[in-house]
């Protein structure tokens, strides 16, 4: 057995690996699967926005409990996420600003004021301690049995409200207008996909951190569109690049030292789409520059075998 080999499976015995290995593809495939519908409503900043709407959330439950505590955390990201996600529609509502621009304004405003607490914290007393800059980039390593079995919890609620509730996610995300006058309560699913965002991103910035979660929501829709016309088949694909990607950062983070789990997992994403951006059947570079070739060679025949039946016929 090569001596890399060897490391790797001596590495996996080790149970933290484990739990961080199962958590960043569970990470991965339930944020693939909703990703989709926020890819296809053109909402790929909203991801962003509500991440980085995160940060000044876990800053103020450590300020107020002074206790470094997950769950915690948890609520208080929770919490500045559906602010923030209240925050885009009352702007986009009741004033002439998109809702790009209001995107950008809750992203900016929030992180901000995230940096601001973040600073007072790390020069306060025992501030250097709360690990709360950890939450910037992620630490995927810190994961224990405890945060594991949150985002299992997660991810099955994530997954099993796309599953429940893929007939209507579907019309909102292709013809809103259309589910509005079938009877659908539209204005209920916006607010519902957008908490499921912001429950995905709060449970994923320990691993990814608030930066990148953004790439872990969107990147797999990305690549899963490359192969696929069906929203469904599109679905499971972009589930199963999201647990490959958390699959090969949690791989190569162990190969290697001092690698970070999750920027991996977000690079391996990123390889995944590139693999599809050539090579998918007919949407990829490659088939796309096969076929202007075909095309052109056929225009040629026809062209060759035109001039020829016109020789023919004037002899």
């Known amino acids: 057995m090569p001596e890399w080999m060897e490391a790797l499976f001596n590495a996996f015995k080790d149970p933290n690996t484990q739990w961080v290995l199962l958590g960043c593809m569970l990470l991965g495939l339930s944020s693939g699967v909703l990703g989709t519908f926020t890819y296809l409503r ?18 103020i439950a450590f300020m107020l409990t002074g206790v470094k505590s997950i769950f915690l955390f948890l609520i208080g990201a929770a919490a500045a996420g559906l602010l923030a996600t209240f925050g885009i529609g009352y702007i986009t509502r009741n004033s002439r600003i998109k ?8 992203l900016s405003v929030f992180f901000g004021f995230g940096i601001v607490l973040l600073t ?33 919890v997660i991810s099955v609620l994530v997954m099993g409200s796309c599953a429940l509730l893929f007939k209507e996610f579907k ?27 912001v429950v995905i991103v709060v449970a994923g910035i320990q691993a990814v951190g608030v930066v990148l979660m953004v790439a ?18 599109m ?6 690049f999201g647990a490959l990607s958390g699959l090969l950062g949690t791989l190569i983070s162990t190969t290697a030292n001092n690698l970070p789990t999750g920027p991996l997992s977000v690079l391996s ?3 995944l789409f590139i693999v599809s951006l050539l ?15 075909s095309v052109k060679k056929q225009v040629k025949a026809e062209s060759a075998q035109t001039r020829l039946e016109r020789r023919l016929g004037e002899s």
């Open 99 to 106: 809702q790009d621009t209001a995107l950008g304004i809750i």
């Open 216 to 233: 872990m929501l969107i990147t797999p829709a990305v690549s899963a569109r490359y192969w696929t016309e069906k929203l469904g088949v």
């Open 279 to 293: 090579i998918a059947p007919r949407r990829g570079l490659l088939a796309k520059v096969w076929v202007r070739y």
């Open 269 to 271: 994403a990123t390889a």
């Open 120 to 152: 007072q914290i790390q020069h306060s007393a025992g501030g250097n301690q709360s690990g709360l800059d950890k939450f910037l980039f992620g630490q995927a390593a810190s994961m224990i049995m405890d945060d594991v079995i949150v985002m299992s």
């Open 235 to 240: 679905v499971i694909l972009s589930g199963v």
């Open 42 to 59: 053109k909402e790929s900043l909203m991801g962003d926005a509500l991440a980085h709407a995160a940060l000044p959330g876990v800053c």
């Open 171 to 197: 019309l909102l995300s292709f013809d809103p207008g259309f589910a509005r006058g079938m009877g659908f309560p539209v204005p209920f699913l916006e607010q519902l996909l957008m908490l499921l965002i």
